[in-house]
């Protein structure tokens, strides 16, 4: 199929997973990514490391966020490989970035700076806490985001210490939302022709994700979360919400009515909560009737009784029993990617379908600047219209002695 | 000018996944009509959390359907079904969440809608797509992330599958229906076809974990493998966690273990370092000993000069109260029909410097029939 962004060019220079987690996504929508890295280190999460896995020579890490894309090695402190930046930007639709705030201006690669030479360029920047307040110049990294924002009293029981999400979520919502934006502006493009400025912070995308908590604390008279003492799935919800053991695994029930499903497992005291708004406020003691209940048969069992009446429930699985669908059942889950120099391997695809197909691409990781003399050859030496070439020239002068004064 | 202005949206979706979307559409710009059955509306209307309602709908409902429309309908009655279809040739773009086949046996499936208005973008969010054995399961938030395996990523090793305590399946979902949507749109600028955008919160739920389940194909199969302590990723080498300080907590993220080393003065783990993820739970002991003896101010302040990655962990007090928190200027108001005003938090994407913010509150059921019915229909 025609991808829908076929004929964007997004110019990264974004690293780890929050940048590159967006351009991913621009790639698989049909856009060409040009990932742009500094010379012999490229981005830090080529070698950072989860766990001791390492694929042809990088990260698996950095093989998931950034296939089906290039790379243009340059060092945007050499006024040579900045004025080729620049002429790439010339061409783009996109430009992105997520270092800290100030770095982008101080290399002349700012907003404002990169419309004098690419009027209608879209423009989108990650920063960890905003361009304002205390926390400005703070790491944007993670797990600090998780610490700070009050995420870590949402997950667990009652009785554990705060509790991390084991993704890294922030980065992954903040990615998504300057997708958002990128696009919003691209639609918006097609009917005026105009560019435009995308920011977003993860800050805001770690309220964003909580803004269901977030506004029932603003108005609950300001009441802390309270995960439940066992069996807690969400601090809001009433029981049975939760994960449950059974005497071979897990099960998960979602919200149903509680005098139901005593009935349905016969459990004769569950039946007599027939009062909805008793679910919320005794859900501790539902909680430990159920949990003492269901430990006394296995998983199939339950969801024999509970699936035939549509009680929403789920055995609790592991990637292992995950990914045995994909090969029973036939569905697509996962694709093989070659990275250039041949190497294969398998991942995860795009998870929007459009006109009924998967937006897959057999393009792998790009090796460190391994696109810079295609690139240079291509799309950098065709003749720039004379008014473009004036103003990158005058640009340049300005960029260059920034960069001169900066060393 | 908000990005997504003149678009119009249909939204026959309820609870969270597709009304989510809805949301982030209404708040770049674009005008979004829920249609919804007279009288009771959609479902959400009465799911509560902690009991919350602000007069007949749950505050819950507010959150995720602020700045919308709303236009009632009964789809089985010929009579509504016909203004629904004069909507959707007004429509640029249709979404919803049913149970797959639900809109096509209403006649409102892509192919039926597409010759009514060849133009549009028709949104679709199931549970676990079409296919495999699970397309007829509940698409709700908890089974799916029990069956999706991200139940076994948060908590310690030795504590039972832990969810997370969010929405996290309807929430990404509805994030990349979003983007679906958007680039639709953006292929009918050129093409000026319709298009059909699927969505499931299986394949969302797989793209989310894609760092970890792209690692776990390729490292011969194994499963993630918890810290004892303080797990904050299960794939990430000491001293990546949660530590109890003598007066709270403190996360901290990659360092420098050689740093820790000298500076908490646990000299026994010197030769444990040079593998931090074999030696995760003995370095993680250690560093949890030295830390839990002073209070977390007394180690920012020694770590936070020497840009060590590290934050205390706050609860919602804490985080609110902050300076960080309100330099965000991450809430805003929205005004209910009798005046009572309702504090929620506001768009997280700013275009153009300007944050997009909207007084409006969710909509009454069928509250805008009278106003859409002479303009639209």
Redesign the interface.
């Known amino acids: 199929m025609?991808k829908?962004?076929n004929?964007i060019l997004a110019v990264d220079f974004s690293q780890f997973?929050s940048g590159p987690s967006a351009s991913l996504?621009l790639a698989d929508?049909?856009a060409r990514v040009i990932k742009i890295e500094r010379p012999e280190t490229g981005d830090i999460s080529r070698h950072?490391y989860?766990?001791?896995?390492q694929?042809n020579g990088a990260s698996?890490?950095f093989?998931?966020?950034n296939r089906n894309k290039e790379s243009y090695a340059a060092d945007l402190k050499n006024p040579e490989d900045l004025s080729k930046i620049l002429a790439l930007v010339h061409k783009a639709d996109i430009v992105m970035h997520n270092f800290r705030p100030g770095v982008m201006e101080r290399l002349g690669l700012d907003y404002e700076t990169l419309k004098k030479i690419n009027n209608n360029i879209i423009y989108g920047e990650i920063s960890g806490?905003?361009t304002?307040?205390?926390?400005e110049n703070?790491?944007g990294?993670?797990?600090?985001?998780?610490?700070?924002?009050?995420?870590?009293?949402?997950?667990?029981n009652a009785d554990?210490?705060?509790?991390?999400?084991?993704?890294?979520?922030v980065d992954?919502?903040t990615g998504?939302?300057?997708?958002?934006?990128l696009?919003?502006?691209?639609?918006?493009r097609?009917?005026?022709g105009q560019g435009?400025?995308?920011?977003?912070?993860m800050?805001?995308?770690a309220?964003?994700?909580?803004?269901?908590?977030?506004?029932?604390?603003?108005?609950?008279g300001?009441q802390?979360?309270q995960?439940t003492i066992k069996n807690?799935?969400?601090?809001?919800?009433g029981a049975p919400?939760?994960?449950y053991?059974t005497a071979d695994g897990?099960l998960?029930?979602?919200?149903t009515a509680v005098d139901k499903l005593g009935i349905l497992i016969h459990c004769q005291k569950l039946t007599k909560y027939t009062d909805p708004?008793g679910w919320?406020t005794f859900r501790e003691q539902i909680k430990a009737i159920l949990s003492a209940h269901l430990l006394t048969q296995n998983t199939s069992h339950w969801l024999q009784l509970l699936?035939p009446a549509?009680i929403?429930?789920?055995?609790?699985?592991?990637?292992?029993?995950?990914?045995a669908?994909q090969s029973?059942?036939?569905?697509k889950?996962?694709q093989m990617v070659t990275m250039q120099d041949g190497y294969q391997?398998?991942?995860?695809?795009?998870?929007?379908?459009?006109?009924?197909e998967l937006l897959t691409s057999q393009k792998g990781t790009p090796a460190l600047g391994q696109d810079n003399l295609r690139i240079n050859s291509a799309l950098l030496t065709d003749n720039a219209p004379e008014k473009a070439k004036n103003i990158l020239n005058e640009v340049n002068k300005d960029v260059v002695n920034n960069v001169i004064k900066d060393v | 000018m908000a990005p997504l202005e003149n678009l119009i949206v249909l939204e026959f979706c309820q609870y969270m996944s597709g009304p989510s979307a809805g949301l982030r559409l209404a708040d770049l710009g674009a005008t979004v009509i829920k249609i919804e059955r007279p009288g009771t509306g959609e479902g959400g209307r009465q799911l509560a959390i902690k009991n919350l309602f602000a007069g007949d709908n749950s505050i819950l409902f507010h959150t995720i359907n602020r700045n919308k429309l709303s236009y009632s309908a009964n789809l089985k009655d010929p009579q509504d079904l016909k203004k629904i279809k004069k909507l959707i040739q007004k429509a640029d773009v249709l979404i919803h969440n049913f149970r797959p086949g639900v809109m096509e046996k209403l006649g409102l499936g892509f192919q039926d809608t597409l010759a009514l208005n060849p133009r549009l973008i028709y949104g679709e969010i199931t549970g676990y797509g079409k296919e495999g054995k699970w397309k007829f399961k509940p698409g709700q938030d908890l089974l799916l992330q029990s069956i999706s395996g991200l139940s076994w990523l948060s908590g310690n090793k030795n504590d039972p599958p832990v969810p997370f305590g969010l929405s996290i399946a309807d929430y990404i979902c509805g994030t990349h229906l979003v983007q679906g949507i958007l680039s639709a749109l953006i292929a009918r600028a050129k093409t000026s076809q319709g298009m059909l955008v699927e969505v499931n919160l299986l394949s969302s739920l797989i793209d989310f974990q894609f760092e970890v389940i792209t690692t776990h194909l390729n490292d011969g199969g194994r499963l993630p493998a918890r810290a004892s302590l303080g797990n904050a990723h299960a794939y990430l080498s000491a001293p990546y966690g949660v530590y109890a300080t003598s007066d709270g907590h403190l996360a901290m993220a990659m360092e420098d273990l050689n740093y820790l080393t000298k500076t908490l003065d646990i000299p026994e783990i010197s030769t444990l370092i040079q593998d931090g993820f074999a030696n995760r739970d003995a370095i993680m002991a250690a560093i949890a000993g030295a830390l839990k003896k002073q209070t977390t101010q007394h180690w920012l302040a020694i770590f936070e000069p020497a840009d060590i990655w590290c934050a205390q962990v706050q609860n919602y007090h804490q985080f609110t109260a902050h300076p960080g928190y309100k330099a965000m200027q991450m809430e805003q108001e929205i005004v209910l029909p009798d005046g009572r005003k309702l504090t929620t938090t506001r768009c997280p994407i700013r275009i153009d410097g300007q944050i997009f913010n909207s007084p409006q509150p969710a909509p009454e059921v069928g509250g805008h029939n009278q106003k859409l019915d002479p303009t639209l229909l």
Request: proline share 6%.
């Open positions: 025609n829908p962004l004929d997973l996504r929508l049909g950072m989860i766990s001791d896995v694929m698996s890490v093989h998931a966020i806490y905003g304002q307040g205390p926390w703070k790491p990294q993670d797990l600090l985001l998780q610490a700070l924002s009050g995420m870590c009293f949402l997950s667990g554990m210490a705060p509790v991390p999400m084991g993704i890294s979520l992954i919502a998504g939302h300057l997708v958002q934006g696009l919003a502006c691209l639609v918006r097609a009917v005026t435009g400025l995308v920011q977003v912070s800050l805001e995308s309220c964003d994700l909580q803004f269901e908590s977030l506004t029932c604390y603003y108005n609950d300001h802390l979360p995960r807690n799935a969400n601090p809001y919800l919400y939760g994960i053991k897990y998960s029930i979602a919200m708004a919320f699936e549509d929403w429930c789920a055995p609790v699985q592991s990637w292992r029993e995950l990914l669908e029973l059942h036939n569905t889950m996962t391997f398998e991942t995860t695809c795009c998870p929007i379908r459009l006109n009924g």
